[in-house]
């Protein structure tokens, strides 16, 4: 079965700082591997999504994100951070028997 | 849009009461999930179903019971409701594909007192 490991569970930085956030998974086939944001009294929404090709994939607001086949991991980064960057980020995987696991989340604070 | 909608917001609920938490999407989407959010445990898969009348136990079932007799609508069911459980559980859909992404709603804050 498959489980994802976000390595930092909060990352302060300040503001036009890059930021890098960890994820690592663990799967024994192949995997499709998303990142979703969760700003404060709100649902999940996506961000960026990995399936196949390219292993830097490409996202809203920015981030990206690029897929370590060798490593098992699938970090998410951005250049330069903006205070509404402050949120919370879960990095997910899916795999071949329907469910949806996800990682224990980075609270991500970007400071003035 | 996909729209994903949970009945409540916030519930408050007293120990040993039987509550069921409802959750509608409008995409006819095969998968539906419910998942608990707990700080520094990020979220947890309590049941998802990928049919009607279809079910699989995630990693916390345990306490927990669901319901899917339509395909638009998941119910989960707290048979007897206790302090741990107070939560925010949050429902999600999707399409029978893996490579798509899920669809939350806006989560119910439950509260067991």
């Known amino acids: 079965a498959q489980s994802v490991t976000q390595l930092d569970s909060q990352v302060p930085v300040f503001e036009e700082a890059p930021v890098e956030l960890r994820c690592n998974y663990s799967s024994s086939v192949s995997v499709y591997l998303f990142w979703y944001v969760q700003y404060p009294n709100q649902g999940l929404q996506l961000l960026l999504k990995y399936l196949s090709g390219s292993t830097l994939v490409k996202g809203i607001n920015g981030f990206e994100a690029e897929f370590n086949k060798s490593q098992t991991s699938f970090h998410l980064r951005k250049p330069s951070v903006h205070i509404s960057d402050t949120a919370e980020y879960f990095c997910a995987v899916s795999e071949g028997n329907n469910d949806m696991r996800f990682g224990a989340g980075t609270r991500l604070t970007v400071k003035p | ?113």
């Open chain 2, 1 to 113: 849009d996909v729209k994903v909608t949970q009945s409540s917001r916030y519930l408050v609920k007293r120990t040993g009461e039987k509550v069921f938490l409802e959750c509608v999407q409008d995409m006819d989407h095969e998968n539906m999930f419910w998942y608990r959010q707990d700080p520094g445990l990020g979220l947890r898969l309590i049941y998802f179903s990928y049919d009607v009348k279809m079910k699989e136990k995630g990693d916390i079932p345990e306490g927990y019971s669901v319901s899917r007799e339509k395909k638009e609508r998941f119910s989960l069911i707290l048979e007897s409701a206790s302090t741990n459980q107070t939560s925010m559980y949050l429902c999600a859909s999707r399409t029978g594909a893996l490579f798509t992404e899920a669809f939350f709603g806006q989560g119910t804050r439950l509260t067991v007192v």
